[in-house]
C-alpha cells in the first residue's frame, strides 16, 4: 500500500529481491557506513526506476536522485515525503534513476571504452 514505510534489513532471496525493489516508493541511503553495499543497492533501484534520497557522499555521487547534507535528518523526511506525495517530484526522479541505469548497462560501457580507445588510436 502506497504510504506504508518499510525497511528491508534482512537477507532478501534472489528470486524475490526484484520484486521487492520494484514496489519502493523511494529508495533512501541515510547512514555513513556500508557505502559499497549500499551503492549495489544504488544501482538495482535505479534499474527499478525507483527515486533516491540519500545523505551527501562522494561514492555516492553518481547516483541521481536527491542528496541532503549529513545531519540533516528533517531536510531527509521532507525530501522522503516531497518523492512521495508529488507525482511530478517522483515522476521526475524516476526518469532520471532509469536514464541512468540505461547509460550505466555494461553494454553502453563498453562502448564508452570502445570510442575512447578508438580516439586514442587516431590521437
Not at 542528496?67 to 523526511?77: A, E
Not at 534513476?97 to 587516431?122: F, I, M, N, Q, T
Request: hydrophobic share 45%; proline share 3%.
Amino acid at each position: 500500500y502506497r504510504g506504508w514505510l518499510y525497511h528491508v534489513d534482512e537477507f532478501v532471496s534472489d528470486d524475490l529481491l526484484l520484486n521487492v525493489v520494484s514496489m519502493a516508493d523511494v529508495a533512501v541511503f541515510a547512514h555513513k557506513s556500508a557505502v559499497l553495499s549500499q551503492s549495489g543497492s544504488a544501482a538495482l533501484a535505479c534499474a527499478c526506476g525507483v527515486p533516491i534520497v540519500r545523505m551527501e557522499n562522494p561514492m555516492m555521487s553518481q547516483y541521481p536522485g536527491i542528496s541532503i547534507g549529513w545531519g540533516r535528518v528533517n531536510d531527509m523526511f521532507a525530501a522522503i515525503r516531497q518523492v512521495v506525495q508529488d507525482r511530478g517530484t517522483y515522476e521526475h526522479f524516476r526518469k532520471e534513476s532509469l536514464a541512468w541505469a540505461e547509460k550505466s548497462r555494461p553494454e553502453a560501457l563498453a562502448g564508452a571504452y570502445l570510442d575512447l580507445y578508438r580516439a586514442l588510436l587516431v590521437a
